[in-house]
């Protein structure tokens, strides 16, 4: 079956000074954006995950630091970036695992070098900002492009979390693939893991596919091995936060087990995401994982299951070593094995 066109979600955009984005805690109920005057509410948004996604949390936080210096009055312009540099950092330590918020950050951080005044500071660093909202939707669209080329008429892709419109600029990344494919003609259906602690998959992945009218269908996470032991799973396609020039991959939590499986199973498993994902100095052992917020875990939508004097362990990413990882879907083409090898040759 082919989707049939819908408007396309847009997930982020800039309205007269304020910066709107989807909230996806609301979804799938409510369709409603989340409003942002001043960094400090571009930081909550991020934490508390009304805004989601690397790629989407990126060019989000690079507005938050537009937002940053249009506070900024009076003073000199050294004084102005340093305001900005403490902005800066407070913004890429909201969520410290994904590779993309520091990155946009930082590259608007550059461009306040640009500014000749205070006045101007801001119209500078929107400029970057739009640059890279520009860029990373671009990015997606290429993504989807080369991703195409891996899927078969009929096949059924297994995805974890969100990787969709819902977590970049638009159109996705895992998703950016399956969306393509579908507009290539070919008929491909979804199996979109829960994603427990916050049902990323069930509520956002099957909110976007059902728009777009392609056939998904959610599963508990645990389920993931067993249907592809069935050979029900043609192949997995997931998204990332931060890979390393090793090849590691770090995305959420619950991936490592579908890399496994699929390993065992002989299910080929793709990575998708923009060269915006990349991280070529970071060693594997010194990538920060998210520790959330034990209730994400021991309730489900606000109920308390667990007993009350029980504890939980909430580590929201996970890293795939390289070894399975069949190739990584890039906006610059497909990275194959040996990954190492090939990062270096394509992005070193
Ligand atoms: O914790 P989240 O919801 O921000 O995690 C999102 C993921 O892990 C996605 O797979 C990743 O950001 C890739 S998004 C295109």
Same mark, same amino acid.
């Given at each position: ?140 669209? +290429? $993504? %989807?492009?080369?991703?195409? /080329? &891996? ?5 059924? !892709?297994?995805?974890?979390?969100? @990787? ?87 995305? +959420? $939590? %619950?991936?490592?087990?579908? /890399? &496994? ?5 002989? !299910?080929?498993?793709?990575?998708? @995401? ?75």
């Amino acid at each position: 079956m082919t989707g049939k066109k819908r408007d396309s979600l847009e997930p982020v955009r800039w309205k007269n000074g304020v910066l709107e984005a989807i909230d996806t805690t609301r979804l799938p109920s409510r369709l409603v954006y989340v409003r942002m005057r001043t960094v400090d509410q571009v930081c909550s948004a991020i934490r508390s995950m009304k805004v989601r996604g690397a790629p989407l949390i990126g060019v989000v936080g690079a507005y938050g630091l537009v937002l940053a210096a249009m506070s900024v009055r009076g003073g000199d312009l050294e004084h102005a970036r340093s305001r900005l540099r403490k902005s800066a950092d407070t913004l890429v330590l909201t969520r410290p695992t994904g590779v993309n918020l520091r990155w946009a950050v930082e590259r608007v951080f550059k461009a306040s070098s640009r500014a000749r005044s205070v006045k101007s500071l801001s119209d500078e660093l929107r400029r970057e900002a739009d640059m890279i909202l520009r860029e990373e939707l671009e990015a997606a669209h +290429k $993504i %989807g492009r080369f991703g195409a /080329a &891996l899927i078969e008429d009929e096949d059924t !892709v297994l995805t974890h979390c969100n @990787a969709g419109s819902l977590a970049t600029a638009g159109y996705g990344t895992a998703l950016a693939v399956v969306r393509s494919a579908v507009e290539e003609g070919k008929r491909v259906s979804v199996i979109a893991t829960e994603t427990r602690p916050l049902l990323q998959g069930s509520r956002l992945t099957a909110f976007e596919l059902a728009r777009d009218g392609i056939p998904v269908r959610v599963i508990c996470d645990s389920a993931a091995a067993q249907l592809m032991a069935q050979g029900v799973v043609d192949k997995v396609v997931v998204g990332a936060d931060r890979i390393l020039g090793t090849g590691h991959v770090t995305n +959420k $939590i %619950g991936t490592l087990p579908i /890399a &496994l499986g699929a390993k065992f199973c002989g !299910v080929p498993f793709y990575v998708a @995401a923009p060269v915006s994902t990349l991280d070529l100095v970071t060693d594997a052992s010194q990538v920060v994982i998210e520790e959330r917020d034990q209730q994400e875990v021991l309730s489900v939508g606000g109920k308390r299951f667990s007993p009350r004097n029980v504890g939980a362990l909430n580590p929201a990413f996970d890293i795939t070593p390289p070894e399975l990882v069949t190739g990584i879907v890039t906006d610059s083409g497909v990275v194959r094995q040996p990954l190492a090898e090939n990062i270096q040759k394509m992005f070193g």
